[in-house]
């Protein structure tokens, strides 16, 4: 079956270190998103690609960035953590505007 | 730039109650309309969509949505709730003909008391 994963789990890092999120699809969607759930804020945007080699920011892309360099995966980088990161990472994929998200299980990210 | 707006932040019902969840939106254009449900630490998961005809949309386990044009809004019902409908319930939307990017409303916890 097809499905979209994300590692690790969970992930403590300290302040200043580079961290790199991983996200992999087998549901050969072209649209790929990335976004942070943080209490009170729902979910918000950092980054989506539209297809191989297309990265775009979304509302809360400081600090992170993103590639891609196949359909299957989009590995979001924070190129150095601080402690406003500490957030529950989510990827998602999608085929079209009419058909919605696919997610992943999250990864929850600690910056101590 | 859409907004959605989620107005109920925690709702508590008892098993068999009845559920409405708010959600309005801010577009003028067209759009599709989606309510996701979050069980607890699990990921979101599609409840309902809207794109087009019926405006009021069935979904899985029970739950429906009606949107209102007129209103900008896309409620969420259910008739009688369960102890298992205990989770966080997201409204969003997205342009029918711009990015495909989703915007999410804040969400709203319900907790049901058995």
């Known amino acids: 079956d097809a499905e979209i994963t994300q590692s690790p789990r969970h992930k403590i890092t300290e302040t200043g270190r580079q961290v790199t999120l991983a996200c992999h699809q087998t549901?050969?969607?072209?649209?790929m998103f990335w976004y942070r759930q943080d209490l009170g804020h729902g979910l918000r945007l950092i980054h989506y690609?539209?297809?191989?080699?297309?990265?775009n920011k979304g509302e809360v892309s400081d600090g992170y960035s993103v590639s891609r360099s196949n359909t299957e995966d989009l590995p979001l980088t924070l190129e150095s953590a601080a402690s406003s990161q500490t957030s529950v990472y989510f990827c998602a994929s999608s085929t079209g505007h009419n058909y919605g998200y696919t997610f992943g299980s999250g990864t929850r990210l600690t910056v101590v | 730039a859409q907004s959605v707006s989620q107005h109920n932040h925690h709702v508590i019902l008892s098993e068999a109650a009845s559920l409405e969840l708010g959600c309005n939106y801010s577009?003028?254009?067209?759009?599709?309309l989606f309510w996701y449900v979050q069980y607890p630490g699990q990921h979101l998961q599609l409840l309902l969509k809207?794109?087009?005809?019926?405006?009021l949309v069935k979904g899985i386990k029970g739950f429906e949505a009606e949107f209102i044009k007129s209103k900008f809004s896309f409620n969420l019902r259910k008739p009688s709730v369960q102890w298992s409908d205990t989770a966080e319930y997201f409204c969003?939307?997205?342009?029918?003909?711009?990015?495909?990017?989703?915007?999410f409303g804040t969400g709203t916890r319900l907790t049901v008391i058995p």
């Open positions: 549901w050969n969607h072209n649209n």
């Open positions: 969003a939307v997205n342009d029918k003909t711009g990015a495909n990017n989703l915007f």
């Open positions: 577009y003028g254009g067209t759009v599709n």
């Open positions: 809207y794109f087009s005809g019926d405006p």
């Open positions: 690609s539209y297809g191989v080699h297309d990265t």
